[in-house]
């Protein structure tokens, strides 16, 4: 029952910025754990991201550590992704998820929901 949809994505150069939104509607609570992952083509899917739903905990791949930032507004319910100091090694499709429980995991498998991604180009 629980939509999600990913926004914000584009091409930009290298030490630009972006800013990603992940809009949920459906029975998605305030309080579920919600994650940013990525995936290059012909690479593996890896963890960008994640906040709990309970206390806002914040967590991050050491690749982005530094560079992004990930923040909700419950009210909304939206999860953003701010995006500083881009490289091309982070172009990819930036998938939004919504875990059933208000933890945050860094494991996709423990993601309940997912978007359809938005993709990100980040030139040289």
């Known amino acids: 029952q629980v939509q999600l949809v990913e926004s914000g994505g584009g091409l930009v150069q290298a030490g630009g910025s972006l800013r990603l939104s992940c809009a949920a509607s459906?029975?998605?609570?305030?309080?579920?754990?919600m994650g940013w992952f990525r995936q290059a083509p012909g690479k593996e899917r890896e963890f960008v991201a994640a906040?709990?739903?309970?206390?806002?905990?914040?967590y991050y791949a050491d690749s982005v550590k530094g560079r992004f930032t990930i923040s909700r507004d419950n009210a909304k319910n939206t999860v953003y992704l701010q995006m500083n100091s881009l490289k091309p090694e982070d172009t990819a499709v930036y998938y939004c998820?919504?875990?059933?429980?208000?933890?945050?995991?860094?494991?996709?498998?423990?993601?309940?929901?997912w978007g359809q991604g938005t993709q990100v180009t980040v030139s040289s």
């Open positions: 998820a919504a875990d059933s429980t208000p933890w945050g995991s860094r494991a996709a498998y423990e993601y309940d929901y």
């Open positions: 459906g029975t998605t609570s305030t309080n579920a754990g």
């Open positions: 906040i709990s739903g309970s206390i806002g905990i914040t």
